[in-house]
């Protein structure tokens, strides 16, 4: 952005309202959208998981968030636990990719 005036003038540059985190890495799985309560953990390491398959259910602001696999793959580790207060972008499952 460029602005002028009668003083002079400056350039801004616009920053992204939000920080991307990226969770498709080796190791890596769906992380919390929000600051919230887990409800329910849904699977276990070990357990091989479809596309868009239920992974956990986070509580946050009165409304049930369901956490789903973004592809198939193999659950690795299970970070949290029913009851267990979350922070937004904490790690929830350890996810690695399914071989085809």
Do not use: N, W, Y
Not at 30 to 57: I, K, W
Request: glycine fraction near 8%; hydrophobic fraction near 45%; include cysteine.
């Amino acid at each position: 952005v460029h602005v002028r005036s009668a003083i002079g003038s400056a350039s801004f540059e616009l920053q992204p309202r939000f920080r991307s985190r990226e969770t498709e890495q080796v190791g890596g799985g769906p992380v919390c959208p929000l600051p919230g309560t887990v409800m329910s953990v849904e699977v276990s390491a070990g357990d091989t998981v479809a596309e868009g398959q239920t992974l956990m259910v986070v509580e946050a602001m009165k409304m049930e968030h369901k956490i789903v696999a973004a592809a198939a793959s193999t659950v690795s580790a299970v970070h949290f636990a029913a009851g267990d207060r979350v922070d937004q972008g904490d790690l929830l499952v350890s996810l690695e990719a399914t071989e085809l």
